[in-house]
Structure formats: structure tokens, C-alpha cells
DNA sequence: GCTAGCACTTGAAAAAGAAGAGTGCTAAAA
DNA sequence: TTTTAGCACTCTTCTTTTTCAAGTGCTAGC
């Protein structure tokens, strides 16, 4: 549906308003608040084609107008001027990400923090794309009570992992370096997937730490299987403020205390780039913007920020495209 | 101030049936609740006793009454039978903590996560007692780009820790083995003292990775200055339902995000057992439910219950006993 | 196509009345 | 002295009614 520019105005404008204020959107308002040379009236007859459209909808006759799903829909693919990474509370996000030996976890952790104080809404991070991930090295340690810690580097942070395997320090070492030779540079998956073709090439003086190595392999991939989600809540309290109804913060609490709804939520549908979901008036969903987390090029996870349909969807685009422009720029060493 | 056995009676259900429904307690409640055998008009004289007291308070005239912050308090020390630790649910404590190998923040995050989804309440770990933390191992790993990462084996889990310092395989091996040899069995504040000591009788040679160990000593005593708080919110949306007011959600939701508040509340001043801090009526905080965690006789953590005034203060005692009991029992190997 | 003017609709706020729950008090009974 | 029955009183809640003003839709004229 193709609408006059002043249509697009006009219904930019309201909808700008309406997040800002919650409070409906009038002809009077609109006079006010735009430069738009013409009379209540006329913004009458713009706001009525508006509704009749879809676009808005009118609670009761002499009530003003709010959005509808289809208008902040509207709003959010066309008229949500292409956002900037302009956010400087985000500075902390580069420092995080160039720490290459926090663990990925913290990373995750980190980020989902920063971006949730940032915009002031819940935020989740779901790691979906480990197979993905670019290995840079490998470190077998035995513990006590014949366990190993495998510390596994990789280019977005390590991962740590435990094995109830029993094996010498010297079966530990091999394994390190015989791990790091074979796979450095290449991705979890491609490990997972070749790991028997290079073991059948291996000599029998190697094989000795052939336990250790599956039990690893069987580790990675369970990892590898369990989406694993991160969900920040900082900010629960501000669903609460500021206009918010009660009913929808409960439906935002609701979805991310449930991890099946998260993750289906979380999904990213299109590639690479941020995607806004509305929430529809009826349904128990609320409205997410997510992007994908990409490193080297690869989606690793993807990061979201949930909130009520009535939400400053600009803002938090704008806070997630300094995250994932951070991300992106991070290459292997 | 002493009260009668039928006062004491009347003051427990009267706060039990409004926890349970949030509906003020009148006169013909407690008879139909209780099996005293006396009439309402005794009843009626009674509550208005325990009102002068200070127990209840009377909304209106003729609305029946609520118990104060006073009444809450009297309740939860005189009145809370003496708990008994039998919740299924958190059966799972017990396998997390006997994992010794997990790190010790996995560990917290679970047990922070099953008492959360026990109670249904927000749920906040501290680590305050960091060093008392008994030692078990040493292993100190050289990893790319002239950094070490120190796995330090203790009673209750596994920390990690990244150390930029550069160092020669054999000085981490070295490390570990004088680090572990010296310190197995001690604690970490007990090795933060008294590691100029060691040092001071070592040889020549050994010295050779003194860097790496003053530069571990620093990072240990970091975190030790610094308590950390790990806050699960599962039960937020709980927050909102079954009759609690928005106002009072808000309170506990907001003191969840202010750390200083948080730790100060966390602070528990008594030694050794539950206890429990009941909200005023005008304060912005809110209740909790707290007990010290111990590991072998020493105090490591505090976990608390956090909630509205109203709230289910004898089921979280419950829970909490639980898990209490479980880390106690738990020993040195 | 835009605007001014005006009647109309409708919710929100205020006022008034009715109903009912629960109390406090008093006098009598135990 | 304690307990109970009875009753008047208070105060909230629920309805109903009224008023008010905001904002609209419509129409006629520019």
C-alpha cells in the first residue's frame, strides 16, 4: 500500500508521539506538532483515510487515534529513518568483544547486559550457531578425581568443558596440540563432522588419547544441540513505568520466562540484518527487534530486545546496530 | 510483648489466610477458619486488641483489618513453625553441588535458578565470602597472545581467571605445582596473607615465575574485594499476579536492579540460620528471605528470597532450609 | 482540495443514592 | 471476669445520573 508523503508524515509523526507520550494521537496534536501547513480538519479527513487503512485504529468516537499492529508494522519497514549506531552507552561493547579469553559465555553475558541497560528492556541473547565458530585452540588439563577441563579457544571467546575421562597428562598434551594442528581455523562444525576421517588417519602411538578426544566430540555436540539462551532482565521494572499497562509488561514477563516461546521468537527468519516484530493486539507475544550475531562472517547467535507493542523501536534499532556492526568487524586473527 | 495462646492463634491464621487470599481478615473469617470455639464478637475484641498492638491495622471502618510490618515480624519469629526442609522440587540442588568440577559460578547460577522456580520468587546469590573458599588444585595454562588462563580448584567449583602475563610452559607447570603443593587444603584469604611469606623461602630457581604468581595473588584479591551478586528473576510475571499490587512488584523489581541496595540487603547479620526482613509499609524496599551459604563450617554466599510484604514467607523459609542443609553437609574431600 | 463552523458522540469526572459488609458498643448471660 | 447476642453506625463499593469537554464527522463555502 503505497501512501501520499504526507500520509507517511502524518502517521510518522503519530506513532513518533504516541511511543513518546502514550497518549492518543489528535488532529489538535498532529497541527502542533508537525510543520504541516494545514488545518485540523484536513488532518482529520488524513487521520480517517489513515484508519480506514488499517493504519490506526479510534478506541471510542471522540477519543483520539493509536496505532494499530499494521501501523507500527508500517512504521517500523518504511518510515523508521535507516537507523545510525550512535549510541554511547554501547562503548563498552567493543572492549567486551576484544577480550578474546573472557569465556563466551561471559562475553554473551556482557553484552546482553549493556545492551539491555542501554535500552532500558529486557534483552536475550540465544547462542544458535556454535557450529559456527572458528577454533583457535586447544588445552586438555587433567583435574583431580580423573576429570579433564578442556579450555577450547576460539575466536569469539573460550569455552570451557568438562570430561569424566581418565587420562595422563601426557595423553592431555598430545591431544592439545594433535586438536590445535588439525583443526585451528576451522569451524566446531567442520570439526564434529571430520573428526572420524582424521582419526582413521591417525597412527597407533596416537591413539592412545582417541577416549579422550570422542568424549570430547560428544561434549561439543550436545553443546552444539542445546540452544543455549542468555536472557537479561534489567529493565523489568521500567516495563512497569511510564504509561506501560500492567497487562502488557505481564506479557513480556510471561514470554521470557518461557524458553520454548523465546527461542521461537528468537529465530531469525531474513539474513543479516535487524528485524522488528510487532506484537499483535490479541496475541500473548509481545514485540521483539533482533539482529543476528555474526562472527567472521558466520551467524553465531542472535540478540533480542523484548518489550510492549507501544515501544521505542528506533532506539533500541539504533543500539543494536552498534552491537552487531561491532561484531561483525571482529575478524579472525 | 507476650501474647495470649489464643491471641497468638488468632494473629497466625489471621496473616496465613492473607497471604494466602490478600482479602483483610474480619471477624467471621477467622471463625470459619479457625476452631475456636468463641464468637465473632470475641473475635472482634480480640482483633481489636491485637490492633492495639500493633499486629493489624484496619484499612476502614468497616473493611476488616491487615497485618502490619509488625504483625509480619511478630509472625515470622514467634509464629513460623520451625520449618522443615522437604521441597521435592529442589532436589536437584544436591546433584549440582556435588559437581565439583562445575565452575563456581555455574554452580550459584543453578542453585539460584532451582530456588527461583521453587518459590517463584526473584531469587539473589552474593558471593561475599570468597575468601574463605577452601583450595583443592592449581592449574595454570599458557594460552595464545602471551596470556594465562589459572583454573583454581576449590571445594565449591571450579574459578577461572585470565592472567596477562608472559610465561614459559614450564614456569606454569611450575606454578602449579608450588601453588598446590603449598595451598591445598588452606583457604584463598589464607593464601593472600601469607603468600610474601612463601616467597620469601623459595630459591633462586623457583622464582623464575614469581611474576605469574603475584600477578594471580592480584587478580585473586580483586575478587575478593569486589562481591558478586548473581541475580536470577524467574517469577517476575509471578510478581504481577494472584492479587499483588503493581506498586509493590515495582519496589522488589527495582531493588533488583540497584546493586548497592541489593548487597546491602544481602547482608546478613545474625550468624548461621534463616532470616527474614519484612518490608515497612512506606519504604521502598521490599522482603526478603535470606540465609548464608556455608562450604565446610565457613560462609561463602548469602542467598535471598526477594518479595512483596505479602509474601509466602514459611514456603521460602522451607526452601531455603534446603538448600542450606545440603551445602553444609557438604565437606572437604 | 482545503478550511471554518457546528452538531454530535462519547468517555471521564463528579455527584448522589442504595446495598452490604463489618465494626464497635452495650447490656445481659455464663 | 469473660463471652455473647443484638443493634446502630460507618464506610466502601456498586449503580445511576449528570455534567463537561475533547475530539470527531460532516457540510457548505472558499
Known sequence: MELSDRKKKILCMAIEEYIKDCSPITSGGIKDATSLNCSTATLRSELNA???MGF?????????????AQGYRYYVENLLQSVEATDKELDDVKSIISSRTSSLNDIITGIAKIVSKATNYPTVIMVDGF?????????????LEDKIMVLIGTIAGYITQTLDVKAT???CIDASNYLTNHFKGETIGFMIENIEQFEKGMHGEIKAFQTVVNSL?????????QKYLNVRREGSAKLLDN???VEEAKKVLNVLEDEKELSSIMEIKGKGDIEVTVADEDSAKCSVVKAPICVNGRQLA????????????AGIASALKVVIDNLNNLKGE
Chains 1, 2 share one sequence.
Open 50 to 52: 489513515l484508519e480506514a
Open 56 to 68: 490506526l485504529r479510534q478506541l471510542h468516537t471522540s477519543g483520539g487515534r493509536i496505532p494499530t
Open 131 to 143: 557450529e559456527n565458530l572458528v577454533l583457535s585452540e586447544f588445552k586438555l588439563i587433567p583435574l
Open 169 to 171: 597428562a601426557q595423553d
Open 217 to 225: 566430540i560428544n561434549g561439543l555436540k550436545q553443546l552444539n544441540e
Open 243 to 245: 504509561n506501560n499497562n
Open 302 to 313: 542472535s540478540i533480542g530486545v523484548f518489550g510492549p507493542q507501544r515501544m521505542d523501536y
